[in-house]
Structures are given as structure tokens and as C-alpha cells.
């Protein structure tokens, strides 16, 4: 489904990525895990399109689809969603119409009828309470003033309603209590698909407890330098990443 | 280019008084004075701070009024009935090329009338109290034919769009009208006035409205313009507010050539609450000068003016507002915030909020801000299937939204939307 080979991204000639290859395949639940700065965001970001960062080799496919050509919107609208580490704080801009857009647009793509906001008013509610955010949440501006859990949820919420092939969550745990994180768990499980994926990006493998993964990666240097079942997560929690971590210049 | 003083003014300048209309008596008392005047006033100059970087062609004052103009074709009546379709309006007052068209009009009379139709006793002190205080002012009062006066009474509640159109004429021509809306005792009054042109045709708009708010009336008046390039659009509004007045006044514009816009508000009674609001979008070489005069004679009053504007390519906008809290104005509150967003290098902008305060216990500050559009928003906005233009709507709808939010007109508020959405076609 989503074919990544040799990447290698830099920005500012600061090499980031160094050779990444990963395949996902429908139905499939990878996570991502690594210590801090060793690219995981990056990797989000330059499968989404963030043109900060520039890809000087290798190839991502989505379907046998070349995704590396296309602008962000092609990709999101072609089924790559991204559950960003920080997400952005739009003051003015309302959370629903927004979302009506992001709906429309995806349903245009399609060729599927689009929905009139009475419509998608009623898809809203049902995401909405997938997720346990209250309806107010709608009217809100998109993250203004939303505290580090509610924009995460927002994120769900946004994925819930744009029904992706791949979401790449990023740290999406991270800063939650445990009642948000079994909340947010549960919106992903729900979505879990025979035809999706998802690629869990986490340090902690606390998350991995609600979600199930197929594969465990280690990102150390902007490579993957291990791979393995969910024991490698474990495993890891026992004994932190410097034995996988060679010192740069060791 | 600023014009230098011009002791020889043109006389027919003045001769525009002469009008074929039958005006009372009075009135050519009112020009003679003002004629008097005229001739003891100069041309504003950069020095003059309201006028500093308003910069009008030297000729403009000679611009003549051409009577009988009002055009009636085809292209104005489907443009009006667009305009009012879009708007919805029940009652409306059309104007073309600065004169009443009944044709196109429909009205109550009981509260609104156009100026050249006839002028009621109530409105006689209120149409010459100004002080002609500069030259378009005075070239106002010797010059005008025409207008709106409005007058709701006591308790009772009006609703009123008033749509000036102009279509191209052989030469450069001018307009001045004289508008005075007078709400009673807790009188509301929604008046939108429309200004839009059916080609890039050249001419000076040169209008002065006085607004009386009565107590505890609700005024909501937006003006929306959508004008030529090559308009020249010139505009005072004079406001006093009573006691427990509450006067929202929003200036939208869309295009024009180069306009100004000047908001004086009076607070006379206490409690009186007043919001002067402005958005801009401008796209091509125009200006937009809002200038705003806001006067704190008694104190417990609030004004909150909250002017924005979107600017691309070569276009401007220059804010300058002066706020004065008279002598013993105690808990006054009034705020100034303008923020411009850049969306080309080559735009200007301009933000000059003045503060003269005699008073101790009050409540004032001032904020401008310039900024351009954050990549990171419109980038997590394209993340989610948004196109370019999807985002930047939203994203100018976002940085729009506190001014729209405070427009209590829906009407209004739907007029900016539709607008934007036009703009940015997607
Ligand atoms: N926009 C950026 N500008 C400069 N350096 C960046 C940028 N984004 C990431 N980096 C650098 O790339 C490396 C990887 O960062 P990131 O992908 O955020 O790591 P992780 O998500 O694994 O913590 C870090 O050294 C970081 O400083
Ligand atoms: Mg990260």
C-alpha cells in the first residue's frame, strides 16, 4: 500500500533522513519508535508534503502511486493523513467548516456527492463523540486555545471524519493522561480497517497497550536500525535505544 | 502628488449651488455662508496629519456635478436588482450617478425619504450643524442635491438599504451627498449603504452623513464599497451617541480607486457604547485612508475600533485615529487595534493611532500588527485536502472573523463572506 525506498530528505543541507525503506500494507499496524531527534517527524512530514524539507533520494509510492510529485493536497485527498506532533493553532478559521471543506473536498475527489452543512452536521456528531469532545469543540476556532490533549483529539477527529488509507499518527500520546489515551485509542481501533493503515510514531510503548502493532521499527540517525514484533517495544521500555544507537562518531 | 494651496479656486467650483431643484430658502442661506467660507479655506497638505497620505489629483475639487445623469439602462437596472436579490432588501433607495431614481426604489416613507424629494422641519437644524471644518465638507455643503434622511422615532425599528450606482460618464464628474439618519428614543435602525460602479468610470464621491443617536437607539450602519478603480470615494461620517447609545458602524471595502473614510463619534451621555470597525481587501493599486476621530466629552462610555485589511499587490491602507478623553471623562474605555495582513511585498501600510487623554481613571490602548500568511497554517490546511485557494479563504476568513463577529447585521456579515469566497473563486 505505502512503499517507502532509500528515502533520504535534508534541510538547509542538513541531512535528516539517510535511507529510510519501509513497507505497509492494507491493514497493517506499524510503530515508529526512536529517540528524540532522530528524524520520526521528519519522516511524517516529507510523506505529507511539507516542501521545508527536501527529498534528495529514493521514492514514496502510495498504490503504486509516485506521492513524492504531488502537493500536499493531492496526497491528503489520495488517502495520506497526518495526526501532526504539534498541531498548528488557526485562530478565526471555525473547526467544522473547515472540516465540511476537508469532507467536500475528499468526497469531490471521489466522485461522491458532497454534503450540505445540515449533512455533515450529523457526520460531525457521530466523530464527535467517537472521540468524547464535546460538540462545542465545532464551533471552536481549529486548535485556538485547545490544551495539548484536546488538540490531539482534534486530530482524531479530523482522521474519524476523513476515513484515510494511511494515517501516520505523531506522538499523538504524548502529553495525555490515560483516559485520553484509551479515548484516543479507541477512535483509532475504530477506524482499523482490512483497507487502512496506520503508522504509530511514539516513545513510549504505553500506547501500544490500546493499540495492537504489527511491526515495531527503531529510527536512530534518520535510519531504521531495527525492526521487529511487538516484544521490540518491550524490550526497548526495559533498556532504552543506546544499544541499538551507535555514537555518531564511534 | 499632494496639490500646493490654490488661492484661485475655480468658480464653478461653486457655481454647482445653482442647482435646477427647487431647495428652500434656507438652504441657499446655509451655501451662501458656507461659499463664504470656502473661500477662506485651503487645500488639506501632508502637514495636515488626518490628510497626510491622501493623495488626490489636484484637480479634484473642480470636478463638476452634472445634473440630470441618473442613466437608466439596462445594465443599471439588472445591476440593482442583482445587488438587492443578493441582499435581500425590503426597502431601498437608489441612486444613479449621485441622483434618486423612484423607478428603482422602494421605501417606507414614514421613516426614510430622499433629500431631493422634500426635507421635513425635523431635519433642518441637523443638515447645516456642520462646521465645514475642511474643504470637502464645505464643497459638500455648497454642492449637494441629493441624499438619505432617515429619521425612526421612539421605540420603533427600520431597516433600510440605500445603493448609490455609478455609471460611466463623458468626463470626470462628482457627487455630494448629504445624508442625516436621526433615531429617536430607543429606536434601531440597520442601514446598509451599497456604493458600486458599472465600469472603471472616473469620479469623486464626496459624501457627509450626520447621524444622531438617540437614547438608548441601536444604530448598526455598514458601508460597502465595490467601486472603480478609478473612483475617487470621499466620506465623513459626524455621530453623536446619548446615553446608553449603542452605534456599531463597519466600512468594508472591496475596490475602489482611493477612498477615505472619516468616523467622527461624540459620546454626549453616559454609557454609550460605540464600535467603528473596518475591513479591507484590496488587490490592485488602490488606497484606503480610515480615519477615525473619537471624542469622550462625558466618561462611562466604551469604543472598541477594530480595523483589518488584507493587502495584495501594490495597494494600501493607512489608519489614523485619534481618541480624546476630555477633562473629567472618568471611566472611559477605548481601544484602537489594526492589523494588516501583506500578501505581497510591493503593499503598504500605514497605522496611526493617536491617544489625548485629560482624564485619570480610564481605560485606552492601541495595537497595530502587520503580518503576511503563516505557511505552517495554510500547509496544515492543504494536509487535510484544502487547495491553495480553499486555505487562503479560510485563512482570510479566519483573519476577517473578529471584525465579522462583531457585525450584528447578518446581512452585512454575509455581504464580506460571499465577497471573499467571489474573490478567491474555488
Ligand atoms: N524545520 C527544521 N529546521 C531545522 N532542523 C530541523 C527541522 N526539522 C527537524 N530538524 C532537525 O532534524 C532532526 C530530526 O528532527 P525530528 O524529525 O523532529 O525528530 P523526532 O521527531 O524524531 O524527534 C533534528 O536534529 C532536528 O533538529
Ligand atoms: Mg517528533
Known amino acids: 500500500m505505502l512503499t517507502i525506498h532509500n528515502l533520504h530528505a535534508q534541510i538547509d543541507e542538513n541531512k535528516i533522513l539517510n535511507g529510510i525503506s519501509l513497507t505497509v500494507k492494507p491493514g497493517e499496524v506499524h510503530a515508529i519508535m526512536g529517540p528524540n531527534g532522530s528524524g520520526k517527524s521528519t519522516l511524517a512530514k516529507v510523506i505529507s508534503g511539507d516542501s521545508h524539507y527536501e527529498v534528495t533520494d529514493g521514492e514514496v509510492t502510495l498504490e503504486g502511486k509516485n506521492i513524492l510529485d504531488m502537493d500536499p493536497e493531492t496526497r491528503a485527498l489520495s488517502g495520506i493523513f497526518l495526526a501532526f506532533q504539534y498541531p498548528v493553532e488557526i485562530p478565526g478559521v471555525n473547526n467544522a467548516e473547515f472540516l465540511r471543506m476537508a469532507y467536500n473536498a475528499k468526497q469531490k475527489f471521489q466522485g461522491k456527492p458532497e454534503a450540505d452543512p445540515m449533512q455533515f452536521d450529523a457526520i460531525l456528531q457521530s466523530k464527535l463523540e467517537l472521540v468524547e469532545m464535546s460538540p462545542d469543540f465545532a464551533d471552536r476556532a481549529v486548535n485556538f486555545g485547545f490544551s495539548g490533549g484536546e488538540k490531539k483529539r482534534n486530530e482524531i477527529l479530523q482522521m474519524a471524519v476523513l476515513n484515510p488509507k494511511i494515517a501516520i499518527l505523531d506522538e499523538t500520546d504524548s502529553g495525555l493522561d490515560i483516559d485520553a489515551l484509551r479515548i484516543v485509542a479507541e477512535g483509532v481501533n475504530q477506524l482499523r480497517s482490512p483497507d487502512n493503515a496506520i503508522i504509530l510514531i511514539t516513545h513510549y510503548q504505553r500506547l501500544l497497550n490500546f493499540i495492537q502493532p504489527d511491526f515495531v521499527h527503531v529510527l536512530a540517525n534518520g535510519q531504521i536500525v531495527k525492526s521487529g514484533d511487538k516484544s521490540l517495544a518491550l524490550e526497548l521500555e526495559a533498556r532504552g535505544y543506546d544499544w541499538l544507537v551507535s555514537p555518531v562518531n564511534g | ?426
Request: proline share 4%; glycine share 4%.
Open chain 2, 1 to 426: 502628488m499632494m496639490i500646493t494651496m490654490n488661492t484661485n479656486l475655480p468658480s464653478d467650483v461653486i457655481s454647482g449651488y445653482d442647482h435646477n431643484r427647487q431647495f428652500p430658502a434656507w438652504l441657499g442661506k446655509v451655501r451662501q455662508e458656507a461659499i463664504q467660507h470656502f473661500h477662506k479655506l485651503t487645500l488639506p497638505t501632508k502637514k495636515d496629519e488626518k490628510w497626510k497620505y491622501v493623495d488626490f489629483p489636484s484637480t479634484l475639487v473642480e470636478w463638476p456635478v452634472v445634473e440630470d445623469q441618473a442613466v437608466f439602462n439596462e445594465t443599471v437596472i439588472s445591476l440593482v436588482a442583482e445587488k438587492i436579490g443578493e441582499i435581500q432588501s425590503e426597502s431601498y433607495l437608489v441612486f444613479v450617478n449621485g441622483e434618486y431614481v423612484p423607478q428603482l426604489s422602494r421605501f417606507s416613507p414614514e421613516n426614510s425619504r430622499p433629500l431631493s424629494l422634500e426635507i421635513p422641519e425635523t431635519f433642518l437644524d441637523m443638515l447645516h450643524s456642520i462646521e465645514n471644518e475642511d474643504i470637502f465638507e464645505s464643497i459638500n455643503t455648497i454642492r449637494f442635491t441629493d441624499g438619505v434622511l432617515v429619521n425612526v422615532d421612539q421605540e420603533q425599528t427600520a431597516d433600510l438599504d440605500v445603493i448609490w450606482v455609478t455609471v460611466p460618464s463623458a468626463k470626470e464628474i462628482s457627487f455630494h451627498p448629504r445624508n442625516c439618519f436621526k433615531l429617536d428614543k430607543n429606536a434601531a435602525l440597520n442601514i446598509r449603504i451599497h456604493s458600486i460602479s458599472t465600469g472603471e468610470n472616473s469620479y469623486f464621491m464626496n459624501a457627509v452623513s450626520l447621524v444622531e443617536v438617540g437614547n438608548g437607539a441601536k444604530l448598526n450602519l455598514s458601508f460597502f464599497a465595490n467601486e472603480s478603480d478609478a473612483a475617487i470615494h470621499f466620506s465623513k461620517f459626524f455621530i453623536t451617541c446619548a446615553e446608553n447609545a449603542v452605534v456599531k458602524v463597519a466600512n468594508f471595502n472591496a475596490a475602489v480607486g482611493l477612498s477615505r473614510t472619516e468616523i467622527d463619534v461624540d459620546f454626549l451621555g453616559p454609557n454609550a457604547v460605540a464600535e467603528i470597525l473596518g475591513l479591507n481587501y484590496l488587490v490592485r493599486s488602490q488606497t484606503v485612508h480610515q480615519v477615525a476621530s473619537v471624542n469622550h466629552v462625558v466618561g462611562e462610555c466604551h469604543c472598541e475600533q477594530v480595523v483589518k485589511s488584507i493587502l495584495d499587490n501594490e495597494s494600501c491602507t493607512d489608519y489614523y485615529s485619534t481618541v480624546n478623553v476630555a477633562v473629567g471623562a472618568q471611566l472611559t474605555v477605548s481601544n484602537q487595534l489594526n492589523q494588516t495582513l501583506m500578501l505581497s511585498d510591493n503593499a503598504e501600510s500605514y497605522s496611526r493611532p493617536q491617544l489625548n487623554i485629560d482624564a485619570d481613571d480610564v481605560k485606552c490602548g492601541h495595537g497595530a500588527t502587520v503580518g503576511q500568511l503563516e505557511p505552517g497554517e495554510l500547509f496544515y490546511l492543504k494536509s487535510r485536502g484544502l487547495s491553495e485557494a480553499q486555505g487562503q479563504l479560510l485563512l482570510l476568513k479566519g483573519f476577517s472573523q473578529d471584525v465579522i463577529n462583531r457585525v450584528e447585521d447578518p446581512i452585512s456579515r454575509s455581504l464580506w463572506t460571499q465577497f471573499l469566497a467571489d474573490r478567491l473563486k474555488f
